[in-house]
């Protein structure tokens, strides 16, 4: 029995030291650390516009005020609100008051002409005989073209007269209002009607001082209205802040918009910031670090990564303008990742060096064969 047991706990001893050496004999095994996989991407040259929501009126794209160029009383009024006028045609009768003592002006003075011709024809004669002297002569041929000088000018008086006393539309449009009826009195200052161009509209809008320095004369905006979308350029950028609104007023034509009514309100969009031709990256490749830009960048050089301090400009969803600390020949680093620091080995998944060499070493094989 005692030798029976000392031989179980011999294989018993066996055993453990077979299970247990292992642990004391296995060698520890360093386990590789797995780099970040990164994407690169260079600067681009592009454009960065941004547009900044306002609202507008419609108008008509020629909008006329039409004046009296004398005063008188108003003795017709052949307009109202609505009407289509031609260019050229009367609108308004006005009495000047002068348009008879004008006239007479003129009669006389045409009188006094053909007096004055009849005079001259008789004295051409006399003097072609001898019976007058030639400075009497002289003074004949002077009434006569100071007559005609005095006809012409008084002729000149009555048509402005006539002119002046019938108001006539300087464009083809639509008389949008008036603003005298028939007797009333009225000088240069007061307005008879005001005339919209026919066909072609405009939009009027107010901005702010920051916006109007990015806005200039040619430049185009987008309205928006019941779900349709008009394109417009901007004819008229004002110098003078608005004194009731403390805005810089705005004008813009816009194209094939006729379907807008003269006075809707509308969605417009202008550019409130913009680069041009400006290098550009991916918003997500910038980093901030206490507020400052970085950006990390990979050289094949060294075959790591290094963080950029850049100076960044205008920037929307997709891209950011970079004003200095790239150049176009920058790898930069399209990735988020937080395992990036200065010195930093990553892995790249568009390394197209790499494609190149096995791309070579592949073609050096088939050669080889």
Known sequence: MNKKAVGIGAVAVVVVAALVAPRFLKKDVIEP??????????????????????????????????????????????VKPGDMVAEGQIICQIDTKQVD??????????????????????????????DISQQAYEQTVNAAQLAKLQYESAKLAYDTQVEYSS???????????????????????????????????????????????????????????????????????????DQATGLFNVKASLDNAEALATGLSVKLYVISEKADNAITIPVDAVYYEDGDPKVYTYSYDDNLVHKIDVETGVFDSERMEIKSGLSL???????WSNELYEGASVNIANDSTETETADSGAADGETAE
């Open 101 to 130: 003592s004008s006239r007479i002006a003129m009669e006389t003075a045409a009188v006094n002409m053909s007096d004055a011709q009849a005079n001259l024809s008789r004295m051409q004669v006399l003097y072609q005989t001898g």
């Open 33 to 78: 650390v797995a780099l970040p996989t990164v994407t690169l991407e260079k600067p681009e040259i592009g454009n960065i516009e941004l547009y900044r929501g306002l609202t507008g009126t419609v108008e008509p794209a020629d909008m006329v005020t039409v004046t009296p160029k004398l005063g008188g009383e108003v003795t017709e009024l052949l």
């Open 329 to 335: 020949e920058d790898n930069v680093i399209v990735t």
């Open 167 to 241: 108001i006539t539309a300087p464009i083809g449009g639509m008389v949008e209002s008036t603003g005298v009826e028939v007797h009333d009195t009225v000088s240069a200052q007061n307005v008879i009607c005001v005339i919209s161009g026919e066909g072609s509209k405009a939009v009027s809008f107010a901005v702010t001082e920051k916006i109007i320095g990015g806005l200039q004369v040619g430049d185009e905006i987008r309205i928006e209205k019941n779900g349709s979308e008009y394109i417009g350029k901007i004819s008229e950028v004002s110098t003078m802040v």
